[in-house]
């Protein structure tokens, strides 16, 4: 997915972008009953990825091939409302 999405192949990296909004974010939530932290990543794919089409149609042929595609219906319906 990162590969398709980014279209990064053979361990190129993201090329650097110049604005105060580019740049990779981490979350850390910690729960009292939980063992480890939960981490989420954010990266601002608006100086990464061609279009807000372009993440929809990634996602869904990553979660057509995963077998999870009902999980794409609300992200789609949400997506084609505010393009």
Partial sequence: MWNALFEVF???HLGAVDHRTSGVLYYTDFRLRRKMPQVKIYIPVRHYVASDRKVREVLNSTLTLQ????????????????L
């Fill in 67 to 82: 077998g999870q595609k009902e999980y794409l219906g609300n992200y789609k319906q949400v997506l084609e409302e505010t």
């Fill in 10 to 12: 053979d361990n190129t």
